[in-house]
């Protein structure tokens, strides 16, 4: 299982301290905004699944986000629907170091 916490293994020297980190980790994990749309996000043929609803895939697809965690949102969902993006855009505070493939990326 791929650990958030990179030093994990020599951290982890005994039970308590294996128990708080695993603790941790569950914590960074569901505060990440990628996990989050991993969570509730899923694609089976032209379907478009959020959160249980269903949303069949008809004609051309835009993602539109703002805020701190719209890149790393952004970027998971180009992972997740891949070609179907049409495009979009996001505005995020910060320039980030990656682009994304399909949604433009403005700073503001």
Do not use: C, Q, W
Not at 17 to 26: C, P, Q, S, Y
């Amino acid at each position: 299982m791929f650990k958030l916490i990179k030093n994990f293994k020599e951290l982890a020297k005994d039970r308590i301290k294996a128990d708080l980190l695993e603790i941790l980790e569950e914590g960074l994990k569901v505060a990440n905004p990628r996990y989050a749309i991993k969570k509730a996000l899923k694609m089976h043929g032209r379907e478009l699944y959020i959160k249980g609803r269903v949303f069949k895939l008809r004609g051309k697809l835009f993602v539109i986000g703002f805020g701190k965690a719209s890149f790393e949102m952004a970027k998971e969902i180009e992972e997740i629907l891949g070609d179907r993006i049409s495009g979009g855009a996001i505005i995020t505070p910060f320039k980030p170091t990656e682009k994304l493939s399909k949604v433009h990326v403005l700073i503001g």
